[in-house]
């Protein structure tokens, strides 16, 4: 086994590398850089970081795409740059690394971020690792509970549907399962404050925050009941949708190995019903749920609460890397891009762990990774 683990820890360098690869590349071809963003507020107007290519932007001249800098006749290559000094350009260039080669400034981030320097926001004027750590809890909050319920739901609910295959329980959970699966999570959110967030009926949870204001000031106790109290709805909106597919997952697990020959002949050992389940069927049946836990919890930590985040109005890394990608804050998208893929990676080697505690008889060793 300690051969597999390395051998899947030395698959992440060329993995996370192709990555980081195809990411920056993707980033230096999309308009709206942060040279164009200084230079739109230099000049008092907008620019927009997902611009039409070809098109005529606030800060520019129609017909005369880039504009030419300081009226000399040079075109400048950043769109609304028209009036301006060639020489601020230059500076502009240099203060966010532009004026390397795309190559070259690449290979410079991944010798910092080698040792996890991923430098400062271009827009915030903070570090990338601050900003991360201050955003973390939010997510982590999310993330953790969300998974928590949905695997504490949807487990025990998808082996009592297995067992009870074809009866009027399994036809009423199927029918919540499925109106849960059908309601998006951000639509079940706004519904939830409407009815319960002070939107047109009750106010019995608040808007916005993991917190209240007076956090501080309370006891053990009650700091514990105020954060349970804020993160309340978003959670329940992010498990409407989880447990749904997870129970579903649960059931046709179970029923699968249920039918096999091992299980009949437990049965007809005189075996307990409940020592044929979770003595034999579980081991098996949970090999395929577990396989998809490092996915499910990435998705549900990083990607799935972005809609929460917002509609909540909780300040995590999701809305994070998203306003960083509109805002092309560079250090940003690649620092929590680096950050997330890792976090993944490990994750996914993780999974293949868990396989060999739930079932021992799994050996990666004779395995090609």
Request: charged letters at 15%.
């Amino acid at each position: 086994m300690l051969a597999y683990i390395v051998r899947r820890l030395l698959l992440i360098v060329p993995t996370l590398l192709g990555i980081m690869i195809v990411n920056f590349a993707i980033i230096q071809a999309a308009p709206g850089g942060p040279v164009e963003q200084m230079i739109a507020k230099v000049k008092g107007t907008g620019v927009s970081a997902t611009a039409r290519i070809g098109g005529t932007s606030q800060g520019e001249f129609a017909g005369q795409p880039g504009g030419a800098a300081g009226g000399s006749g040079v075109v400048s290559k950043y769109r609304g740059a028209r009036g301006l000094d060639p020489k601020f350009i230059a500076e502009l260039e240099k203060m966010y690394g532009f004026d390397k080669p795309p190559h070259v400034r690449f290979f410079q981030m991944l010798r910092r971020y080698l040792v996890f320097d991923f430098g400062k926001s271009f827009f915030r004027d903070r570090s990338v690792v601050s900003l991360v750590l201050d955003k973390m809890p939010v997510s982590i909050s999310l993330g953790l509970w969300t998974t928590l319920l949905v695997y504490a739901i949807s487990i025990p609910l998808g082996i009592a549907k297995a067992v009870r295959d074809g009866t009027s329980f399994d036809v009423w959970t199927s029918a919540v399962v499925i109106v849960g699966y059908a309601i998006p999570g951000f639509l079940f959110a706004v519904l939830l404050i409407v009815l319960f967030a002070g939107g047109s009926f009750l106010e019995w949870f608040p808007l916005r925050g993991l917190v209240s204001d007076n956090w501080a000031d309370l006891s053990w106790a009650g700091r514990i009941a105020d954060y349970f109290w804020h993160i309340a709805l978003p959670v329940l909106a992010m498990v409407i949708g989880g447990f749904a597919s997870l129970t579903m997952l649960t059931k046709n697990s179970f029923l699968e190995e249920i039918n096999k020959h091992y299980v009949v002949t437990a049965r007809a050992k005189g075996l307990a019903e409940t020592r044929v389940l979770y003595g034999h069927v579980f081991r098996n049946a949970m090999l395929i749920v577990i396989a998809g836990f490092p996915a499910a919890f990435v998705g549900i930590l990083f990607t799935n609460s972005l809609l929460i985040e917002t509609i909540f109005s909780l300040d995590g890394l999701g809305l994070l890397s998203y306003e960083a990608t509109i805002q092309r804050d560079y250090p940003v998208v690649f620092g929590t891009l680096y950050v997330f893929t890792l976090l993944g990676l490990l994750l996914n080697l993780v999974g293949d762990l868990t396989y060999v505690a739930v079932d021992p008889r799994i050996d990666f060793e004779s395995r090609e990774v």
